[in-house]
């Protein structure tokens, strides 16, 4: 039945699907592929009773390609490009080398309170809390060395030329 089918109408179907697909070989075969397993699933659909069998390919053809575009048009932030992606920037160890003596630089010249904070914080990774216990102080002293450690060391790597 299946090969019957394609004899008969397989190249109407093909050249009605890639009408329905702009042109799209590869998309039009399978949306034909997909119309006639359709079909071979619902053998009462090519009932003659029915209605002419061709209109019936076409209809399902024209449905599988509007749910396909749906699909396609739902999909959030899909690129289609025949071009590969940019591939990750390399890593220079020696570029990390710098910043990294460069920040220890930074933090060497600013006072040891604002040093100790900055310390607890960001490289040992503490809480507010966590810091203020370690530290022996407030938490809100705790937070507003933070700001103020933040605001000078943004000075200093100012004064050293480094910029965002």
């Known amino acids: ?10 190249d109407a179907l093909l050249a009605h699907a890639l009408r329905l697909t702009g042109g799209d070989r590869q998309r039009a075969e399978d949306l034909v592929q997909e119309t006639l397993l359709r079909a071979w699933r619902h053998p009462e659909a090519m009932d003659p009773a029915r209605g002419p069998i061709r209109a019936w390919l076409f209809t399902t053809a024209r449905h599988l390609a509007i749910d ?58 503490r809480s507010v809390v966590e810091a203020a216990n370690r530290l022996g102080v407030p938490p809100g002293t705790v937070k507003s060395r933070t700001h103020y450690a933040l605001r000078s060391l943004r000075l200093v790597l100012e004064e050293m030329g480094v910029t965002r």
């Open 68 to 125: 396909a575009w749906r699909r396609r048009s739902v999909r959030v932030g899909e690129i289609v490009t025949d071009d590969l992606p940019e591939p990750p920037p390399h890593v220079d160890e020696t570029d990390r080398a710098v910043e990294a003596w460069t920040i220890a630089e930074a933090l060497g010249r600013l006072s040891p309170t604002h040093r100790e904070v900055l310390f607890e914080c960001f490289y040992q990774g």
């Open 1 to 10: 039945m299946l090969r019957a089918l394609h004899d008969e109408h397989g």
